[in-house]
C-alpha cells in the first residue's frame, strides 16, 4: 500500500456542518465520509456527557461514543458544543520483515470543519516477530514531556507499546528535540492530540522495519553541536516502570564532545527478585553495570547506550512505589569557548545571576573578559563559557517590583512571567524570584492566570511541574503552592517575594510563561488572606503561614470561603499545634458572611470540635499570641456537600417509623388470629355411637386418644347438654356406658352407613363418645373398621322429653333400624 493511501489526516473524510436551531436548543448536525481502511470515533471529553446520535433513516442510533468505519456517508447529531467531543481518527499500518504498508502522514486539508472538534490521530503499528517497527524522526525531532505538561503549538505525540500485561506509555512528546526514532517490539501505537481550534501542521514520519531489539523500546537521541541539555523519563512516568522489564536509550554524540548522565526524581521499589541496574555499552569498552543510587561514570567521548532494568518488584510490600526516574543528558563542546550576548536592559529591575556549583570541574566563565566564579548580569553584557556542562553551573533570575505611594501604583495588574534568556547559557533557567514591595498602607494581590492554586502539603502534594514558594521579606515562608487548586485569591500584607522552580531540579517550562499576576491594593485588616473556592466533595486541605513552622507572633489569617446554594462546609481542623502563650491567646473563629454572630470561637486553652458545618459563605479567621513555648499551625480541611432537606428527613423518619411499628404489628398479631381461625375451623366432632366414626377427608390420627387429648373439652354450651337422655338410654338398655360429657357436632351428618376404612388404627375408640376433631383438612385420624356385630342406636339423643313421638318422627326423620338387630 502507497503512502499516499496511509494518510489518517484526513485528506478525504468529507464533513459537512449543519447546525440547527430549535427553540432554544441548538442540534449540530455533521455528515462523515470516512476513508476506507480508516476508523472515526465521535466521543464526550472525560468527565463531560454529551450523546452523540447516527441517523439512519427513521432510526436513530445515540451514545456517548459512536464508531464508524464504512466508506459511506453518514449523519450525525450531537446537542453540546464541539470542543466537548473528541475524534480520534486511527489507521493499522502492518509491517512484515522487509517492509510497512504506510507511513505517518499528518494534514488538514480538506477537513477545515474539523477544526472545532479536539481531534486525535491514532497509527496501530505491528511488527513481525521478532522485529521491532521503527519511527522516524530526523526531520523535527522531539522533545519528552511529563504527561501533565502540554506543547507550545498544541501538537502532543504520544507513543505506547503494547505487551501482554496492557499497554505501557513509552513518553510524551512535543516537536524540536534531540529524539530522531524510536523502535518499539512487536505491537504499538503512536498518536497526536490537536486541542479545537488549532490547526494540524503538515509532516510525516516514516515507519520501516527495525532491528531485533531485546527491550520494551529503543529511543535513539542524537545531541546537537555545542552545549545542549536534554531530559529523559522513565516508561509510565511518573508512575512505575513496568515489572521485570528493559528499556533502552542510544544516545549519538558529536564528535570532540563530552556526554554526562544525572538521574533526578528516583523512586526504588521493593524488589521480590533481581536487582534494578544501569547499564552503559560503547565502542571498545567493557560494559559498565551499575545500581541506580551509585554515581554514574564522569562525561565521555563518543556514542554509547544506557539500559534500564526494573527488578520483580513486591508491590504488597507498605511504601513500595515503583521504580521512576528522570535522567538528564548534558552535552558540551571542550574545544573552543562558547560567546553568549545577554541584554536585560528591556525588563525593568531584573538581574540575572550565574553561579558555578563545582570548583573543581573544567568550566570556566567570563564577563566582559573577566573570569568569575559568579557572575550577575544586570543590563547588556558579553559572556563567554568554555567546558562548561550543565550540571556545572546554575542560572537564576531576580526581578523587583516595587510601588512607593499607592497611587502611582500600576492600574493593571503586573504579569509575573518569566524572561527570554538566550539559548547560548550553559544552562536552562532554574528558579525566578520576584521581590514584591507595596506602599506602606497598600497590600500585595495575587491571582493565578492558569487556574486556582493549591498548597503543597504531604497529603496534598503538587505534581511534577512547578510549584511557587510565597515568602516574606526576612525570608520566612507563607507557603509553597501550585496549580489546580482552590485558592483563587491571595492578599498579603507586608513586604514579600514570589519564586517560581521547576519541581526536581528541572528547567523551568515554557507552559508556564506566565506564573502569577500581581496588584498593588489598599490595606487590609489581616497579614494574609486567601479567598478559596472548592469542589463539591473534593477535600481541600488548608494550612497556616509558615506551615509547619508555626505563625508569627501576633500575626492574623483569614479564609474566605464561598459555599453555593444546598451546599454545607464541613470543616475538620487536623495537625493542630497550640502555644503556651506569654501575651493574648490563639483564637479560631468561624463566622458567616454579613452576621454579627460567631459561629465558632476557640482559644488555645479550650478544646476543639471534631468538625464544624457551615451552611453559608463564611470567614475563617485564625490570630496567634506571644509565645512563650511551642508553635501555632494548623491545617484545616474543608470538604463541601450538599446539604439535606430537613423537612424530608422529618416526613422519611415518619414513615420509616410507622412501616417498623407496622410490621411489629402484624408480626404479632397474624399468629394470635391464625391460631384462633385455625382452633375454630379445626374443631370437628365425630358421632360415634357403634364404633363407625365418620371423619370426611382423613385417614389416620397421628397420636392415640390418650396423647392427643380428644377427650378433653374447653367448653361445654348448656343448651346442648343432653345428659338425662344419656342416663334413659342407659337405663332402657339402648346405651350403654359412655361419657357423660357432651360436646355440639359441626361436621356433616348422613342417615345411610358411611364408608370405612378398613386400616384404621382406632380399634379401642370408645362407642357413643363425641371425640373433637384437632387435626387440619389435610391430614385426619385413621378410619376405623366398623365391627360388623355392633348394632346402631336409636337417635334419640337428639329427643327432648316433652316431645312426642308424632313430632320426634317429623323433627329427626325416619328412625334408622339397627342394622342386624332385632
Excluded at 505506547?160 to 518499539?184: D, E, F, N, P, R
Excluded at 366414626?693 to 361445654?716: A, M, Q
Excluded at 350403654?736 to 388404627?761: A, I, M, N, R, W
Aim: proline share 7%; hydrophobic share 30%; with cysteine.
Amino acid at each position: 500500500m502507497s503512502s499516499s493511501t496511509a494518510r489518517v489526516c484526513l485528506l478525504t473524510l468529507f464533513l459537512t456542518c449543519i447546525v440547527c436551531t430549535v427553540g432554544q436548543s441548538v442540534v449540530n448536525k455533521v455528515t462523515i465520509t470516512p476513508e476506507r481502511g480508516t476508523t472515526v470515533n465521535i466521543s464526550s471529553t472525560v468527565g463531560k456527557r454529551c450523546e452523540v446520535c447516527r441517523r439512519e433513516g427513521r432510526s436513530n442510533d445515540c451514545s456517548t461514543s459512536l464508531v464508524f468505519k464504512d466508506n459511506a456517508p453518514v449523519s450525525v447529531e450531537f446537542g453540546c458544543a464541539k470542543n466537548v467531543l473528541t475524534v480520534e481518527i486511527s489507521r493499522n499500518i502492518e509491517c512484515n520483515t522487509k517492509s510497512c504498508s504506510g507511513h505517518i502522514i499528518q494534514a488538514d486539508s480538506g477537513s477545515l470543519p474539523l477544526l472545532d472538534f479536539n481531534r486525535k490521530f491514532t497509527w496501530n503499528l505491528n511488527a513481525s516477530a521478532p522485529k521491532a517497527f521503527k519511527i522516524d524522526f530526523t526531520k523535527t525531532g522531539l522533545r519528552q514531556i511529563p504527561p501533565s505538561e502540554r506543547c507550545p503549538d498544541g501538537h502532543s505525540y504520544t507513543l505506547q507499546a503494547l505487551q501482554m500485561t496492557g499497554k505501557v506509555a513509552v513518553g510524551k512528546y512535543c516537536a524540536a528535540g534531540t529524539i530522531s526514532s524510536a523502535q518499539i517490539l512487536s505491537l504499538g501505537s503512536f498518536s497526536l492530540e490537536v486541542p479545537a481550534g488549532q490547526k494540524l501542521q503538515n509532516g510525516q514520519f516514516d515507519v520501516s522495519v527495525g532491528e531485533e531489539i531485546k527491550s520494551l523500546a529503543k529511543i535513539t537521541v542524537t545531541l546537537p553541536k555545542g552545549i545542549s541539555s536534554s531530559e529523559l523519563l522513565s516508561p509510565n512516568y511518573p508512575d512505575s516502570f513496568p515489572d521485570d522489564d528493559v528499556m533502552e536509550w542510544y544516545f549519538q554524540v558529536p564528535k570532540k564532545h563530552k556526554t554526562g548522565i544525572q538521574f533526578m526524581n528516583l523512586t526504588q521499589p521493593s524488589c521480590r527478585k533481581k536487582e534494578t541496574a544501569v547499564e552503559y555499552h560503547s565502542k571498545g569498552r567493557a560494559a559498565l553495570v551499575l545500581s541506580l543510587t551509585e554515581a554514574q561514570p564522569r562525561p565521555n567521548w563518543g556514542n554509547f547506550s544506557m539500559t534500564l532494568r526494573n527488578c520483580e518488584m513486591d508491590r504488597r510490600r507498605a511504601g513500595s512505589p515503583g521504580l521512576s526516574l528522570s535522567v538528564k543528558v548534558s552535552s558540551s563542546n571542550t574545544s573552543s569557548p562558547v560567546v553568549c550576548k545577554v541584554d536585560l536592559r528591556k525588563v525593568e529591575g531584573l538581574s540575572l545571576y550565574i553561579e558555578k556549583l563545582r570548583p573543581a570541574s573544567d568550566c570556566e566563565m567570563k564577563i566582559n573578559s573577566v573570569t568569575k566564579e559568579k557572575i550577575t548580569v544586570t543590563s547588556n553584557s558579553d559572556l563567554s563559557f568554555q567546558d562548561c556542562l550543565p550540571e556545572d553551573v546554575r542560572v537564576t533570575a531576580l526581578r523587583v517590583i516595587e510601588c512607593k505611594q499607592l497611587k502611582d501604583c500600576p492600574k493593571t495588574p503586573v504579569r509575573l512571567t518569566l524572561p527570554a534568556l538566550p539559548s547560548c547559557l550553559p544552562a536552562p533557567l532554574s528558579s525566578v524570584t520576584w521581590i514584591l514591595r507595596p506602599p506602606q498602607h497598600g497590600t500585595v494581590e495575587l491571582t493565578s492566570p492558569n487556574g486556582p492554586l493549591k498548597q503543597s502539603l504531604p497529603r496534598q502534594p503538587c505534581n511534577d511541574s512547578v510549584i511557587v514558594k510565597l515568602a516574606e521579606d526576612d525570608g520566612i515562608a507563607i507557603g509553597n503552592f501550585c496549580p489546580q487548586g482552590a485558592i483563587k485569591k491571595i492578599q498579603i500584607h507586608t513586604n514579600m517575594s514570589v519564586t517560581v522552580s521547576s519541581m526536581g531540579g528541572r528547567a523551568l517550562s515554557t507552559c508556564y510563561k506566565n506564573v502569577l499576576d500581581a496588584c498593588f491594593k489598599e490595606e487590609i485588616s489581616e497579614r494574609y488572606i486567601f479567598t478559596v473556592s472548592s469542589k463539591k466533595d473534593v477535600p481541600v486541605l488548608l494550612a497556616t503561614p509558615g506551615w509547619p513552622e508555626g505563625m508569627k507572633s501576633y500575626s492574623t489569617v483569614s479564609w474566605i470561603v464561598s459555599v453555593p446554594p444546598k451546599m454545607k462546609a464541613h470543616l475538620m481542623f487536623a495537625n493542630l499545634s497550640q502555644p503556651k502563650c506569654s501575651n493574648r491567646h490563639t483564637n479560631i473563629r468561624v463566622q458567616r458572611v454579613n452576621r454579627l454572630e460567631e459561629d465558632y470561637s476557640r482559644r488555645e486553652d479550650e478544646e476543639t470540635e471534631s468538625e464544624i458545618v457551615v451552611s453559608e459563605g463564611f470567614y475563617l479567621n485564625m490570630s496567634n499570641c506571644m509565645p512563650e513555648r511551642g508553635h501555632f499551625s494548623v491545617i484545616t480541611k474543608l470538604t463541601l456537600r450538599e446539604s439535606k432537606n430537613p423537612l424530608l428527613i422529618i416526613v422519611l423518619s415518619v414513615v420509616a417509623a410507622l412501616l417498623v411499628t407496622s410490621v411489629i404489628v402484624l408480626a404479632v398479631v397474624c399468629p394470635v388470629i391464625n391460631k384462633k381461625k385455625k382452633k375454630l375451623n379445626h374443631q370437628v366432632s365425630i358421632y360415634n355411637p357403634s364404633g363407625t366414626i365418620f371423619l370426611p377427608g382423613h385417614t389416620n390420627f397421628p397420636k392415640t386418644r390418650e396423647d392427643n387429648e380428644s377427650h378433653v373439652y374447653t367448653t361445654i354450651e348448656d343448651t346442648l347438654v343432653y345428659t338425662h337422655l344419656l342416663r334413659k338410654g342407659k337405663e332402657t338398655g339402648v346405651y350403654g356406658e359412655s361419657d357423660p360429657s357432651y360436646k355440639p357436632f359441626t361436621g356433616h351428618t348422613v342417615s345411610q352407613k358411611p364408608l370405612v376404612s378398613e386400616d384404621s388404627g382406632a380399634e379401642d375408640m370408645e362407642i357413643g363418645v363425641y371425640h373433637p376433631f384437632r387435626y387440619s383438612s389435610q391430614q385426619g385420624p385413621p378410619l376405623p373398621v366398623r365391627p360388623p356385630s355392633l348394632p346402631l342406636v336409636d337417635n334419640q339423643i337428639y329427643q327432648t322429653e316433652d316431645q312426642s313421638e308424632e313430632e320426634r318422627s317429623q323433627n329427626l326423620g325416619p328412625r334408622l333400624e339397627p342394622e342386624g338387630g332385632d
